[in-house]
Every structure is written in C-alpha cells, then in structure tokens.
C-alpha cells in the first residue's frame, strides 16, 4: 500500500501531491489494478490533512481513469502506469547516481535542478525525424 508523504512547505497543493504520488507508485509499478488505495481515513490518520482532501485527490485520479471508488468497498486501482520497474538497472543507477551528488555536496534542491534541467535537455524537444530520401518523395532535385 502506498504511504504518503505531504510537504506543506512545496508550494504544491496538498491534493496535487497525493495524486502525483499515486501516479509515481503507478509508474514504479508499487500499485497495480486491482490494489486498493488507503481510506481517506487512513491517509488522514497519517498525514493530518482534511479527509476531503483526500476525496479530491482520488476524484482527480478517478476522472483520470486510474482508479475507481467502489461504494462501500474503497477506491481501487484500475490500471497501471508502470514503464520501469522500482528495481530496474535505471533505478539502481540513478540511486547511485544521487548518492554521489549528495556526497559531492549537493542538496536536495541543487538535485531537483540538475536533474530537471537533463529532463529539458531530453525531453523538452521533439524527437527528430528519421533522415527522409529526397528522390523517394518526388523532390525534382
């Protein structure tokens, strides 16, 4: 089951990050169909927020398609979003790769920098297109 964490000081409303931890669980294949979410309840419990809060975290992952209340039963996951693994080789490198930024000094921000400003590099841009064969397109030249 997911555990969520809630940083009052991100800047990020509190039920925009329960969904985007969600989908990060979804994605690192830590939630899969069928598994239930924690009751509003149990997220309050454990995190102090308003339990409608909650409800709209989990409206907006309804909306989204990947989840589903079932009255009386829970909001349960109905598909996945899992691309890689949480124990793929990636993963294992990236954590390597953030334990020596934090041991060359870095802190959780200048990492959060660092690593969007390579996510912009890669993937701000379109992928270009494939090199095209001028006479197979009937250019004259």
Do not use: C
């Not at 039920?15 to 830590?30: E, M, P």
């Not at 909001?75 to 993963?91: G, M």
Request: without cysteine; glycine residues 6%; charged residues 30%.
């Amino acid at each position: 089951m997911v555990e969520y964490r809630i940083d009052r000081h991100s800047g990020v409303a509190t039920y925009v990050q329960i969904v985007q931890q969600t989908k990060q669980a979804l994605r690192l294949g830590l939630l899969e169909p069928g598994d239930k979410l924690p009751t509003a309840r149990e997220v309050v419990e454990v995190t102090a927020i308003n339990p409608n809060t909650v409800l709209k975290a989990y409206r907006e992952l309804e909306r989204e398609g990947l989840v589903e209340a079932r009255r009386g039963l829970g909001t349960f996951v109905r598909r996945a979003l899992n691309t890689t693994p949480a124990d793929s080789p990636l993963a294992t490198e990236l954590d390597a790769w953030t334990a020596g930024a934090r041991e060359a000094g870095l802190d959780r921000e200048d990492v959060a920098a660092l690593f969007t400003a390579v996510l912009e590099k890669h993937f701000a841009q379109p992928p270009a297109e494939p090199h095209r064969d001028r006479h197979n397109q009937g250019d004259p030249s």
